[in-house]
């Protein structure tokens, strides 16, 4: 007599999933083993599954709702930095209220607008000449180049190109992973873009 194989039982109940239906005696001889609960029915069993499965979607819907949340704080705060671009003339006077207003409403250390000098092409060429955007950790003679007080990660983009900075926008954090890599940077993208006109207005 053939025996069949654990693969083959599988198959069969996937495509007869009445089985168990039209056998309930066999339930009473079905037990799943369960390292955390010991031995327990199959009923119990897929109460559990069920019950996990429904955790992992309220947690991946959680993380969803926080994502979007986060998400259209960053696009309202842009928005009014884009309004600000368009009424203020005057470089410090700039610097000022974007900083204010990007570090009150992101909940980041400090935010800096820094026009290009000399000094910074040390920081752009180790960190934006990839990509001209740089999230993560830096390295503290980096963090006293850009900022005021010390931090454990950085948002750095460039204003321009690499021949040719204008400046940079800078973001702290005491959190490690506040600024990572795999951010998104859908939303600031348009807002460099128009700090560049912006800049090359005031030069």
């Keep these: 007599m053939n025996t069949l194989s654990e693969q083959q039982v599988v198959a069969y109940l996937k495509q007869n999933t009445d089985f168990l239906i039209n056998n309930p005696d066999l339930l009473d001889q079905l037990d799943v083993i369960s390292q955390q609960s010991g031995t327990v029915s199959l009923a119990i069993r897929q109460q559990q599954i069920l019950r996990q499965k429904n ?88 963090v006293a180049l850009l900022f005021n007080e010390n931090c454990q990660s950085i948002a750095l983009y460039l204003i321009g190109e690499i021949d040719n900075p204008l400046g940079l926008l800078a973001f702290s954090s005491d959190d490690p992973l506040h600024f990572t890599p795999s951010h998104d940077n859908i939303f600031i993208d348009e807002f460099i873009h128009a700090l560049k006109i912006k800049l090359i207005e005031l030069n």
């Design 55 to 142: 955790q992992d979607l309220k947690q991946n819907l959680a993380s969803l709702i926080q994502t979007a949340k986060a998400n259209e704080s960053i696009f309202k705060t842009f928005s009014a930095c884009q309004r600000d671009l368009m009424l203020i003339n005057d470089f410090n006077e700039l610097k000022e209220q974007l900083n204010a207003t990007i570090s009150k409403a992101l909940n980041v250390k400090e935010s800096r607008l820094l026009r290009y000098k000399p000094e910074l092409k040390t920081v752009i060429e180790h960190r934006l000449q990839d990509s001209k955007h740089y999230l993560g950790r830096t390295s503290q003679d980096e």
